[in-house]
């Protein structure tokens, strides 16, 4: 059986490889990468544009360059008299020649002093499409990992125009080479790879001198230290196929600044941009490098040791101002939120993964971490609009310079071996949804421990990988982004939650002072309204003194002793209304605590249906139809079979789904009743009476699953306590589904037992749950994290949460509102919690 190979034709190869750059910008950067990869110190790219536009009519310049370069057309032109205007029929007739011609003249030039290519490696690599060299051969002589591996970046040279040149001195060799391509060869017809020719011979150019010669004016090149490019490449690409106008040139400018190296990662490769037409434009490609910020983290994610180091700076306080007027709130902190702490600005911590992800650790998910690879992420954050009403002792800053700032280099960015791979952290490119996870908690920086969350327009930040370290994170066939693998996602994680360590470091320095201003605002409020109480009753005072004179003055001269019973009712009804005015102002406070309980138990309702949504979606389908189900299943089974086992199976199976029903009666009366008026207006309670409902409606889920649930009092209750209902479904709904998961995740059968104890002890009433579950996850080390918001251990195979993270935050938000403590109890088996609150809720 004969062998026969295949064929590429020239065009195919051709497409494969500009299907790689959908943009002369991107193309320009592929051939920046090239220079570092070469391990260039210095990278320039200049533009010679001298038709930067086609415009009718026509320049002087741009009538001479058709005379020059292409007389036949310039002689078949028809201008109108006395003028360079084409008329209408010559230039439709002709546009696209003329737009040849011109931009023909116009040229980029990428210049290096890399390590330059002698004729084998132009013949071995360079020549050779799709070439494995950088696969392999990785690393550079200078240590850098190499940024190209698909060996089809020469076609950005196509890409930006159909003629390219090249001039090449390697390091250590007296000559160089120069080789030429006409790309316009791919798009002979029927030619194969095979037919396509470049030119090479051997070249004495100087890299120096030929700067100084063809771009001495540019300002930037009269500053090159001389010898600097004794060796490297110079690229021609001349033919152009883009309008390069002054817009394009500033694109250009902007593009290699968002993706070339930043100065954080102190990489020895600067990049100029010059342009002919203008010496004094554009020079250096400036990155970001940010001296005004409010916070600096450093992390490094170790994969074999399965722990994220972390160097923090703090720069947002004024220290002076913090020691003399605020050196009390710190007097009982520990490190590394005690002033000491903060005087010195930075401090470091480690984190074992799987606690700051709150991920169990169990051996597939070791694995998958592993595999995600060491990578080192740093960011910075720049508030940039005024975030707080209260006097916090922040150091001034200028927002509008911020807000500058933030805008050209904010986000977070993604470089793999120093470049950027975009789309990742571009403007509007909210890869990491902070602005949703921001919405979901709006609360200020101190006023809830954990609870704040950065926006995306508040930080800028670089996340550093490589194709060695990292090499299950892989680029998508198009170079346009990242394939979002599992190792992508967990990335994504680890920065996420990287984020969360510092958004819970800012919110735990600030929340002191939240506290303090609180605390100060109510004494304000508390004397406001003395002083107001205190002047009603000298209004009064006065008002009833001058009456009573003027009654015993009526009395002395008529001997009357009678009191005017309206004058009385009048003042008392006066009375009346100025108390009704304070009351109301005092109202409306105790107003906006009954809507918060109503969010807090709509979001806790939200939990608790989302733990049986699986069996709601179950039985919700055949509710509607039981009632009359049973009737017509017997009427129409005929007596002689109805003692067939089919026939039993039958009404076995609507047994069943009258049980669904009465499953679904009791969540929609529960539902309905979680958010009763009633419960929503702070009252007297008590919580015996309220156990005793908590039972009943708890009866049927708690049945079903096995699970005994048993309350317990102990002494007397006599007592005053105020609060909402609803306040208290939030708390015990939250508690007991949060058992029934860890229930859930028991393998072996024991006796499933939920208790709640409840007994009054020195003034306070003490409430102690506990259930005999799994306990408490062993990812939290420090038993408190589990009332940060959105915090949870319940992931799925990704990572990803499965929990909302709020039960327990909402718990002790609850609890701390009612003036209450909550405190979690070491427990030899399951979970157990000790909550207690004043008879007199202040």
């Given at each position: 059986m004969a062998k026969i190979p295949f064929s590429v034709s020239a065009r195919t190869a051709r497409l494969i490889g500009q299907e790689n750059f959908t943009n002369a910008e991107g193309a320009i950067v592929e051939l920046v990468k090239n220079s570092y990869d070469a391990d260039a110190k210095v990278c320039l790219v200049i533009y010679n544009i001298p038709f930067p536009e086609f415009r009718n009519p026509l320049r002087d310049v741009e009538v001479e360059a058709l005379k020059k370069n292409d007389p036949e057309l310039y002689d078949i032109l028809v201008f109108d008299q006395g003028t360079f205007h084409l008329t209408e029929p010559s230039l439709k007739r002709h546009y696209k020649r003329i737009r040849q011609v011109l931009f023909s003249q116009n040229s980029i030039f990428i210049i290096d002093n890399g390590d330059g290519m002698d004729d084998s490696i132009i013949k071995k690599n360079w020549m050779t499409i799709g070439t494995g060299n950088k696969e392999f051969e990785y690393v550079s002589v200078d240590g850098r990992i190499k940024t190209g591996a698909k060996g089809i970046g020469r076609f950005a040279l196509d890409r930006l125009g159909s003629l390219s040149e090249m001039w090449t001195i390697p390091k250590k060799k007296d000559k160089g080479f120069y080789w030429k391509m006409d790309w316009q060869q791919f798009e002979t017809p029927d030619s194969s790879l095979a037919d396509i020719k470049a030119d090479l011979e051997t070249s004495d150019i100087n890299i120096s001198q030929f700067l100084q010669e063809n771009f001495g004016t540019i300002e930037f090149i009269k500053n090159l230290t001389p010898g600097s490019f004794s060796h490297g490449t110079i690229i021609k690409i001349s033919k152009l196929r883009d309008d390069w106008e002054q817009s394009h040139l500033d694109s250009s400018f902007k593009n290699l600044e968002a993706l070339i190296p930043p100065k954080e990662l102190a990489i020895p490769f600067k990049v100029f941009q010059g342009y002919v037409q203008d010496s004094k434009a554009y020079g250096e490609v400036d990155t970001a490098f940010f001296n005004d910020y409010d916070y600096k983290v450093l992390a490094s994610y170790d994969a074999k040791e399965l722990k994220v180091k972390l160097h923090?700076?703090?720069?947002?306080?004024?220290?002076?101002?913090?020691?003399?007027?605020?050196?009390?709130?710190?007097?009982?902190?520990?490190?590394?939120?005690?002033?000491?702490?903060?005087?010195?600005?930075?401090?470091?911590?480690?984190?074992?993964?799987?606690?700051?992800?709150?991920?169990p650790k169990t051996a597939s998910n070791v694995a998958l971490l592993k595999e995600v690879g060491d990578f080192s992420f740093s960011f910075y954050f720049l508030k940039n609009t005024v975030s707080s009403k209260e006097d916090y002792p922040f150091l001034s800053i200028s927002y509008q310079e911020r807000q500058k700032v933030i805008s050209r280099f904010g986000g977070i960015k993604i470089y793999r071996d120093s470049f950027r791979v975009r789309p990742y952290g571009d403007s509007g490119n909210?890869?990491?949804?902070?602005?949703?996870?921001?919405?979901?908690?709006?609360?200020?920086?101190?006023?809830?421990?954990?609870?704040?969350?950065?926006?995306?327009?508040?930080?800028?930040?670089?996340?550093?990988?490589?194709?060695?370290?990292?090499?299950?994170?892989?680029?998508?066939?198009?170079?346009?982004?990242?394939?979002?693998?599992?190792?992508?996602?967990?990335?994504?994680?680890?920065?996420?939650?990287?984020?969360?360590?510092?958004?819970?470091?800012?919110?735990?320095?600030?929340?002191?002072?939240?506290?303090?201003?609180?605390?100060?605002?109510?004494?304000?409020?508390?004397?406001?309204?003395?002083?107001?109480?205190?002047?009603?009753?000298?209004?009064?005072?006065?008002?009833?003194?001058?009456?009573?004179?003027?009654?015993?003055?009526?009395?002395?001269?008529?001997?009357?002793?009678?009191?005017?019973?309206?004058?009385?009712?009048?003042?008392?009804?006066?009375?009346?209304?100025?108390?009704?005015?304070?009351l109301t102002n005092l109202q409306i406070d105790?107003?906006?605590?009954?809507?918060?309980?109503?969010?807090?138990?709509?979001?806790?309702?939200?939990?608790?249906?989302?733990?049986?949504?699986?069996?709601?979606?179950?039985?919700?389908?055949?509710?509607?139809?039981?009632?009359?189900?049973?009737?017509?299943?017997?009427?129409?089974?005929?007596?002689?079979?109805?003692?067939?086992?089919?026939?039993?199976?039958?009404?076995?199976?609507?047994?069943?789904?009258?049980?669904?029903?009465?499953?679904?009666?009791?969540?929609?009366?529960?539902?309905?009743?979680?958010?009763?008026?009633?419960?929503?207006?702070?009252?007297?309670?008590?919580?015996?009476?309220?156990?005793?409902?908590?039972?009943?409606?708890?009866?049927?889920?708690?049945?079903?699953?096995?699970?005994?649930?048993?309350?317990?009092?102990?002494?007397?209750?006599?007592?005053?306590?105020?609060?909402?209902?609803?306040?208290?479904?939030?708390?015990?709904?939250?508690?007991?589904?949060?058992?029934?998961?860890?229930?859930?995740?028991?393998?072996?059968?024991?006796?499933?037992?939920?208790?709640?104890?409840?007994?009054?002890?020195?003034?306070?009433?003490?409430?102690?749950?506990?259930?005999?579950?799994?306990?408490?996850?062993?990812?939290?080390?420090?038993?408190?994290?589990?009332?940060?918001?959105?915090?949870?251990?319940?992931?799925?195979?990704?990572?990803?949460?499965?929990?909302?993270?709020?039960?327990?935050?909402?718990?002790?938000?609850?609890?701390?509102?009612?003036?209450?403590?909550?405190?979690?109890?070491?427990?030899?088996?399951?979970?157990?919690?000790?909550?207690?609150?004043?008879t007199r809720n202040n």
């Open positions: 923090i700076t703090r720069n947002e306080l004024d220290l002076k101002l913090v020691e003399s007027k605020f050196g009390f709130l710190y007097e009982n902190t520990q490190r590394p939120y005690d002033l000491d702490t903060l005087k010195d600005k930075e401090f470091e911590d480690s984190k074992d993964i799987n606690e700051l992800m709150k991920w909210d890869w990491l949804k902070l602005g949703e996870r921001a919405q979901r908690s709006p609360a200020g920086p101190g006023q809830r421990i954990g609870d704040w969350r950065v926006g995306p327009n508040q930080i800028a930040g670089i996340i550093n990988i490589s194709r060695v370290a990292n090499s299950k994170i892989v680029d998508k066939s198009d170079r346009g982004s990242l394939v979002e693998n599992t190792s992508f996602d967990l990335l994504k994680k680890i920065v996420e939650n990287t984020i969360h360590y510092f958004e819970y470091d800012r919110s735990k320095i600030l929340n002191p002072y939240y506290l303090h201003f609180d605390a100060e605002k109510k004494k304000q409020r508390q004397k406001e309204i003395q002083e107001a109480a205190e002047k009603i009753a000298d209004e009064l005072y006065a008002k009833r003194k001058a009456e009573e004179e003027a009654k015993n003055k009526a009395e002395s001269d008529t001997g009357s002793s009678g009191e005017n019973k309206d004058e009385f009712e009048e003042e008392k009804e006066q009375f009346q209304k100025i108390l009704e005015e304070q105790d107003d906006k605590d009954a809507e918060l309980a109503q969010v807090r138990s709509l979001a806790s309702l939200g939990l608790i249906v989302s733990s049986f949504a699986h069996e709601l979606r179950e039985i919700r389908n055949n509710v509607e139809e039981i009632k009359d189900l049973e009737d017509i299943y017997k009427s129409i089974i005929p007596l002689k079979l109805r003692t067939n086992q089919l026939y039993v199976d039958g009404l076995n199976i609507i047994d069943l789904l009258k049980s669904g029903g009465e499953k679904t009666k009791h969540w929609v009366d529960y539902s309905l009743t979680a958010i009763k008026k009633d419960k929503r207006k702070r009252s007297s309670f008590n919580f015996k009476d309220y156990f005793k409902g908590l039972k009943k409606n708890w009866e049927v889920p708690l049945n079903d699953r096995g699970i005994i649930f048993e309350i317990y009092e102990e002494g007397s209750f006599e007592y005053q306590f105020r609060a909402f209902e609803i306040d208290m479904d939030t708390i015990f709904g939250n508690l007991i589904t949060n058992s029934i998961d860890s229930f859930n995740n028991i393998d072996t059968i024991i006796q499933r037992k939920i208790t709640i104890h409840h007994h009054l002890i020195d003034g306070r009433i003490v409430l102690t749950y506990k259930d005999n579950g799994t306990g408490l996850p062993d990812v939290f080390t420090d038993k408190n994290d589990i009332f940060l918001p959105f915090t949870t251990s319940k992931k799925d195979t990704k990572g990803n949460d499965i929990g909302t993270g709020l039960g327990m935050y909402l718990v002790k938000m609850v609890v701390q509102d009612n003036s209450g403590d909550i405190d979690i109890l070491d427990s030899d088996e399951g979970f157990c919690i000790k909550l207690n609150f004043p």
